[in-house]
């Protein structure tokens, strides 16, 4: 039997189409607990994490999922809450302890779950993974085109897989109870789309309004500019891949709207 994981969700007031319902930051354990992702820098929220961990004996320290502000704006203000001495682990963010795959820190394993942000860790404890943004609790996540943004994305999901987890607690969205047959979902998600986008460059399609028309037509308008960048992360993969024909339109990055969430 592995033991539970002592975990509270306790989820930040900025909703919004990235966030959900917000954004999930966890308090785990007790007497040296782990805050995981403290989340946007709003007040309410910090002071709500600050409480929960005085209420479980201090903080051991905070790990960080990637260094979106709806994941790491809340750090400066929760560290200087909790009296100034607060350890941050981190892959990018400048934190005190730089985390990379394979890392042991505390009870918690780091995994390595690039694509949503180059910097995207995991964070597993028993059975248990702590996703971020790598998995959501509902809808599909959004991948940046860095290079080789896409092919990070799913050796991540395969990293997760290979974890066999019986439970994901994600950055947004509710707890995930069947992990296995998300991450699944994921990967055939993805493949799909670059099926459908396949079909679309050798229809003919060149432009991005074309090729989002046709790939990427079941999803609402609100989240067409996301579309575009995963799709210029697409587009990255079949162009390693030789691919991809000559002739197509590749969306700008970072585009206008984009503030990291
Ligand atoms: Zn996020």
Request: glycine fraction near 10%; include cysteine.
């Amino acid at each position: 039997m592995t033991p539970d994981v002592d975990v509270v969700l306790i989820r930040a007031d900025n909703p919004g189409p990235f966030t959900l319902t917000g954004t999930n930051s966890y308090v785990v354990g007790r007497d040296g607990c782990w805050v995981i992702d403290p989340g946007p820098a709003l007040d309410a929220h910090v002071a709500a994490l600050a409480a929960e961990v005085e209420a479980r004996g201090g903080a051991a320290g905070i790990l960080l999922t990637h260094d979106h502000s709806d994941h790491a704006g809340g750090v400066p203000a929760l560290v200087e809450a909790l009296g100034g001495d607060v350890p941050v682990h981190a892959s990018r963010y400048p934190g005190d302890v730089k985390l990379a795959n394979g890392d042991m820190i505390g009870s918690f394993a780091v995994a390595a779950t690039p694509g949503h942000a180059p910097d995207h860790l995991s964070f597993v404890i028993y059975d248990t993974v702590f996703s971020g943004d790598a998995v959501l609790g509902q809808g599909s996540v959004f991948v940046a085109p860095d290079p080789g943004a896409l092919r990070g994305y799913l050796a991540g999901l395969e990293l997760l897989k290979a974890l066999q987890p019986r439970r994901i607690w994600p950055g947004h969205g509710p707890v995930v109870e069947d992990p296995m047959a998300k991450l699944d979902e994921y990967i055939a998600h993805r493949l799909e789309r670059e099926c459908k986008l396949v079909d679309a460059l050798n229809a003919g399609a060149r432009t991005i309004e074309a090729l989002l028309d046709t790939a990427w037509a079941d999803i609402p308008n609100v989240l067409r500019p996301a579309a575009a960048v995963t799709l210029a992360a697409h587009l990255d993969k079949l162009e390693e891949e030789r691919r991809l024909p000559d002739g197509v339109e590749r969306p700008k990055w970072p585009p206008s709207w984009y503030t990291q969430s």
